[in-house]
């Protein structure tokens, strides 16, 4: 595959490993996986970060799009766009609107047309915390998207949108549980974080 460029510090640590408590002990085999993920190609692999809360799960995603920019899987322009799932999931309609866009009038309250996250991170990383708060129907949804890289917005039954993108989600949920087995089988890199009583002192 094409060559990793990693930016050495005097000690011949990644620079981006650097300020990462852990690195080169307890977190070693999850930055190693989110590396592996980010740099197969042609532009990476959607992954799942499962761990409890305050374990670093958003940290991991944002080390993993800046990692992407430093080997050039992405490009200065291409965005990192995070999202929590949570914030949305006692309405399925506008959690599904925030995330795909939507048409006018699709949903109650809805005036003009809405584009969502997905397209805002179109060329880059879209990170979706408590991704087991999606409805199934968001699931699916999603793994249309990771199939063929389209989606359609909220109200729209014909014309489809292209996007390409790396996904990211995260849960502090066993997947087992509380996610489609479908959606999981479209998950070719799982990463968990350990908790913080799992990791080592220093």
């Given amino acids: 595959g094409k060559p990793v460029l990693y930016y050495l510090t005097e000690r011949g640590q990644p620079a981006l490993e650097r300020g990462i408590i852990g690195h080169d002990k307890s977190l070693a085999k999850v930055l190693e996986q989110a590396r592996a993920a980010v740099n197969y190609p042609p532009k990476g692999l959607h992954s799942l970060i499962i761990g409890p809360s305050g374990t670093g799960k958003s940290m991991l995603a944002r080390y993993m799009y800046e990692f992407g920019l430093q080997c050039g899987v992405f490009q200065k322009n291409d965005a990192f766009v995070s999202f929590n799932c949570a914030d949305y999931a006692g309405n399925p309609q506008l959690l599904l609107a925030q995330l795909f866009g939507a048409k006018e009038g699709s949903y109650t309250g809805q005036s003009g047309h809405k584009e969502g996250l997905v397209a805002s991170a179109n060329g880059g990383l879209l990170f979706l915390d408590e991704v087991h708060r999606l409805p199934p129907e968001g699931q699916e949804m999603l793994f249309y998207l990771m199939d063929y890289g389209k989606y359609r ?6 014309a489809e949108r292209s996007v390409e993108l790396l996904l990211v989600c995260a849960t502090t949920k066993d997947p087992e549980g509380s996610l489609l087995a479908t959606f999981i ?18």
């Fill in 153 to 158: 917005p909220l109200g729209e039954a014909v």
């Fill in 185 to 202: 089988r479209r998950m070719p890199i799982i990463i968990t974080l350990p908790s913080l009583a799992q990791r080592s002192y220093e």
